[in-house]
């Protein structure tokens, strides 16, 4: 991708000259040589991120021109306009509510991109999503909430490390938005939170800190005063963690305030004896030892021991 520095500095030295540079590259959108697209594409996604184009009334042009660039049949194109829109919340913040329709769109036909093999596209969503949603409201995101929340969820195990902690931290994002009267979202918190627990283990520190923020910011919505608690106290970025003995009360908590997930919780560290991370494998054992420990007798009907003692590594 092109360097951002030139790009910079005619934004902020060369303000007079901007709407007349601005009039020829958007035409250069629709040329049929894609490094005449990208480079267009480049210079404009960095304009968004300074403040000039509201003196220049240029906003809206440039969001339109980006936004007809979701289906360009370059990929760097269409990760370069989702970054443009993204940089809206860092040049406009001001703005981004009044758009926020139109943005919210893209980041989402970004994470459905049909032609991303790599997830290159997705994960440039993903980074621009977490920047608007800075600076939106829970009435801004309530139409695509559970979308968005549903389609990141397979990225928090992909081999790629990248993935894993932008979709987790974008979902501890996406939390905030999901605490007043959502109970489709706290079900997709609850269907997380195995998997947020144990990749508290994951090999990437840059990953563990993700998992970190997103249990904080998930921890209202568990609908435990105790793990609300703990969640807060014990996973602050700075502060060191004792895996087990913290793993141990959050499934005393847990078989406390949550007795009837004793199957779904088990079965989902099942899924995990099969993780290509020993880290997580181990976590994951560790995990229905701790849930087994802290049934009830009436609870222990539930677990089918001859499916613990087959589960495959």
Known sequence: ?????????????CGPRIPRIVRSLIPALGSVFECQRVTSTAFLAELLSHNVVNDLI?????????????????????VLALRGLGNVALGSPEKVRKHGAQLLASMVSGLDDKDDPQNVVALEAMGSLAKLLERLQEQDVRSVLLHVAIRIRPFFDSEQAELRRCSLALFGKLSRFGRSD?????EQILNALVTLLLHLQDPCPDVVRACKFALRMCAPSVGCEELREMFGNHLREERGLHYGEFLNDVCKFLMRSHPSLLSRLI??????????????????????GFLVLHVDEEQGQQVDLDELISGEW
């Open 267 to 288: 079965s989902t560290n099942l899924f995990y004896f099969k993780s290509p991370w020993r880290e997580l494998r181990a976590a994951a054992a560790m995990f229905i």
């Open 58 to 78: 240029l906003l809206e042009p440039l969001l339109d021109a980006l936004t007809a660039l979701e289906k360009d049949p370059s990929l760097l194109v269409r």
């Open 182 to 186: 959502c109970e489709a979202f706290s």
């Open 1 to 13: 991708i092109p360097s951002a520095v030139p790009r910079r500095a005619m934004a902020e030295l």
